[in-house]
């Protein structure tokens, strides 16, 4: 599972940047989970086990169970 730390201080918003940029010019893999793009559906998604979101969607069809 990956997961990012959302909470971005001043003292750490140059390295936040840096990441961001570094991201930018990697190209995507197939692998990564979609950002959750509406919190709002996603949570939907979970509390009624259904899978209607892109992020949903790539969590089940990558679930190890």
């Given amino acids: 599972m990956k997961a990012s730390f959302t909470q ?3 003292a750490t918003s140059k390295r936040a940047l840096a ?3 570094k ?3 990697q190209p995507p893999y ?3 989970m979609p950002q959750i793009t ?3 559906d996603t ?3 979970i509390y ?3 899978a209607n979101t892109d992020v949903m969607k790539w969590i089940k069809t990558h679930a190890e169970l």
Wanted: glycine share 0%; proline share 0%.
């Fill in 23 to 25: 991201q930018e010019k």
């Fill in 8 to 10: 971005i201080y001043d």
């Fill in 38 to 40: 509406n919190a709002k």
């Fill in 19 to 21: 990441l961001i940029e």
């Fill in 43 to 45: 949570l939907e998604d």
């Fill in 30 to 32: 197939s692998c990564d």
């Fill in 48 to 50: 009624k086990e259904t």
